[in-house]
């Protein structure tokens, strides 16, 4: 039970990471985003990435708290990881390891939550 509360917690705070990243990507500009050092990346691509980030944020909560299609929340998490090991290769090309660091973190929660939310599977102790 204490487990499945803190996979909750996890998702919620991981759902809202993603929520505001991929908002962010359709409130600031293509030249605010591509600010920082390259790569730089053309609008359409940014937009496809925050789409995906806010999607992700709710196939992350919605099937599983609902009971509908719930085998779409790990789906969800495994595909997430697939963006956060762009984020944190994009981050150390641009010149900044410690930078990778929170998305590498972030892609070990996913995993997690991916494993622990397999349809029929119990919720795995945590250490």
Known sequence: ???????????GLVAFVFLFAGSAKF????EQMNAG?????????LHFIGT?????????IVPWLTGIQPQLTPIAASLLVII?????????????????VPPAIIGLLLIWIALNRKPGRAVLKSA
């Open 1 to 11: 039970m204490r487990s499945n509360r803190a996979l909750w917690v996890i998702q």
């Open 27 to 30: 409130v600031m500009s293509v």
């Open 37 to 45: 050092p390259p790569p730089h990346f053309p609008g359409w691509f």
């Open 52 to 60: 995906c980030e806010v999607l992700g944020a709710i196939a992350l």
């Open 84 to 100: 956060m090991i762009g984020a944190v290769v994009v981050t150390i090309m641009g010149g900044s390891i410690g930078g990778a």
